[in-house]
C-alpha cells in the first residue's frame, strides 16, 4: 500500500492530537501553521511554518501531502479554496466558509429548522442602540472568535459605554440564553447516511473556556435523542466528511438549542481517546483518508479537566496520576493566561 501524506493546517493542540492518531495508522503528517512555536511541530513527520496568506509557502506544503485538512476554521477561504483546486480539502472549504461567520452559520441551522439563540446583525453602533428590547445579550464578533475572544456581555445600554467595543468590526448579537447547562455532540460522517456518533458530552465553561467535559451527559432521554438527531441532519446538509462537533444550549425550560459548530476535532472529545476504542482523532483521520469505519464503543465512563494557563505546573512536576487518570501536556513553551495548556481524563 502506498504510503498517505496528510497535510494538516494548524499546528496547535488538536493538529497534535491528530497527528499521533494518524501515526498509528501508518500515515504521515505535514503540518502548516503561521506559529513558529506551534506544539503540533513535535508530533508530526514535517512541519512548515508560514503565513495563511504566504503563496510560496503554500505551494510547498500543498506540493507535499496527497489530501489536506485542517485542526481551526478561522483559516481564509480563499487559501482552502486554492489548495482545494490542487489536492483535495476535507472537509470542504465551503463547509468552512458558511461556518466561519456567525451569521451565515445560524442562518444554516435555522433553514434546517433547529433552533438557535434568537441572533441580529450588528454593524455600528446605532443599530445596537435599537436593540434594547433584545438584551441581556451576548455581542459577538461574527468572524475570528474563539474561547470567549471577540465577545461582550450587553446587560443594558448603558453597558456600552464602559465595555470599549471596537465597531469597525461586523458583530452578532445573541440573545442571552439561561443556561442550565451546555452539552455537545461529536459525529465523524464517512458519506451519505454513514457516520458514527458520539454519545452527548456535558461541558462546564468558565470565562467562557471550556473547564470540565464528561460522560454520561445529565440529561434527559429526549435531550439525547434530540441532539444526537439535529448533529446527523446537520452533518448530512453540510455533505460534511470528518469530524464534527455540535454545541449546544439547554435552557431552564429544558429547550435545545445549537450554539455553534466546529468543523474540525473539538476539545470536549477529547476523553474520546480513552473512553472509547477509536477517538475522534482516530475517526476524522479515517474518514478523510477514506480508510475503514470501525463501529464505535465506549470502554468506560470519562471526565475531562482542562488544565489552563499556569494549572499545568504541578503536572509538569511529576504529580503522580492513578490508574484510571492520563495526563496530556501540549507542550506549549509559554505559559499564558487562559491558554489551553493539557488536559487530564479520568475514566470513571
Ligand atoms: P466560542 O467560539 O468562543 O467558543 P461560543 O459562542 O461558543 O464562542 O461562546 C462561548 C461560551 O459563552 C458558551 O459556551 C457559553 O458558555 C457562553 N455563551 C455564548 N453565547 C451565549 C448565549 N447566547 N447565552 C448564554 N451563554 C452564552
Ligand atoms: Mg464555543
Redesign the pocket.
Known sequence: MSEINLGIIGGGQLGSMLSVAAKKLNINTIIYCDDKEAPAQNFCNHFIYGDYNDKDKIKEFVDKVDLITYEFENIPYETLNEMNKIKLVLPKPYVNRLIQNRLTEKDFINKLNIRT?KYVSVEKRSDLEKLVDFLP??L?TTTM?????G?YLVRSLKDLSTLNIDFSLSYIL????K?KK?ISVIITRFGINNYEIYEPIE?I?ED?ILKYSKIPAEISKKLFDESKDWSIRISEELKYIGTLCV?F?VDRNENLYV??IAPRVHNSGHLTINAHNISQFENHIRAVCSLKKIPIKKISNAKMTNLIGDQIVPYRKNLKLNENEFFFDYQKKEIKIKRKMGHITKLV
Open positions: 439563540t445579550g451576548i459577538k472568535g474563539y474561547d470567549g475572544k465577545q445573541e440573545k442571552l440564553v443556561l451546555e461541558n465553561h467562557q454545541e444550549f450554539n455553534e
